[in-house]
Nanobody, 121 residues
Framework: QVQLVESGGGLVQAGASLRLSCAAS?????MGWFRQAPGKQREFVAF?????????YADDSVKGRFTVSGDNARRTVYLQMNNLKPEDTAVYYC????????????????WGQGTQVTVDS
């Protein structure tokens, strides 16, 4: 069983930046991030695939503002979030999978405990 430990959430003003980190205790093929806002379903944000460093983003709502990166040797993934907006407020979950890629919560094998990101307007 792989454990994921996240850090880096917090309360910020709109336009600010935050960086989330997540360290895995074991090997995965892909690591990344989902988020869940109050009353909404958990949604895909971004992933990095370790074998070739490919990255995937949800859509235009985060692309260009969020950057996923990682250190495979340290089994650590990061999410740099710039120009944060109130609609980015959510619990952000680190995710790991033995698949080469996934955007579906049902296909995630390992979850972190979640870290709250709150963006105040």
């Amino acid at each position: 069983q792989v454990q994921l430990v996240e850090s880096g959430g917090g309360l910020v003003q709109a336009g600010a930046s935050l960086r989330l980190s997540c360290a895995a205790s074991g090997r995965t093929l892909t690591m990344g991030w989902f988020r869940q806002a109050p009353g909404k379903q958990r949604e895909f944000v971004a992933f990095i695939r370790w074998m070739d460093g490919s990255t995937y983003y949800a859509d235009d709502s985060v692309k260009g503002r969020f950057t996923v990166s990682g250190d495979n040797a340290r089994r650590t993934v990061y999410l740099q979030m710039n120009n944060l907006k109130p609609e980015d407020t959510a619990v952000y979950y680190c995710a790991g999978t033995t698949r080469t890629t996934t955007t579906r919560p049902s296909e995630v094998d390992y979850w972190g405990q979640g870290t709250q990101v709150t963006v105040d307007s």
